[in-house]
């Protein structure tokens, strides 16, 4: 069983930055890929990035690419997401995922372990 809780969501200017961070607890987070995902009010959850378990491999939605920047610090047993260059459509609830083998992977039902969210709203 993998615990994940997010934080660091909030409001921003449209062209902020954010950094949200995923705190992990139970098996060793060093063996699990890790993944974010969002969700828009009335929309379903989509894919945002991920990385696998050394951290040397990335995956990243394209409307997120050269803005958004996935990493992991296994010593902290947590995983980050730098957001710049924020825009309205980045407004959503942003998900921690835990996958347990193989690559970072883009889909949900790779992911078992998922956190509670945290809220990015981002005005124009």
């Known amino acids: 069983q993998v615990q994940l809780v997010e934080s660091g969501g909030g409001l921003m200017q449209a062209g902020g930055s954010l950094r949200l961070s995923c705190a992990a607890s139970g098996r060793p987070f060093g063996t699990y890929n890790m993944g974010w995902f969002r969700q828009a009010q009335g929309k379903e959850r989509e894919f945002v990035a991920a990385?696998?378990?050394?951290?040397?491999?990335?995956n990243y939605a394209d409307s997120v690419k050269g803005r958004f920047t996935i990493s992991r610090d296994s010593a902290k047993n947590t995983v980050y997401l730098q957001m710049n260059s924020l825009q309205p459509e980045d407004t959503a609830v942003y998900y921690c995922a835990a996958s347990p083998a193989g690559l970072p992977s883009n889909l949900r039902t790779d992911y078992n372990y998922w956190g509670q969210g945290t809220q990015v709203t981002v005005s124009s």
């Open positions: 990385i696998n378990w050394s951290g040397r491999n990335t």
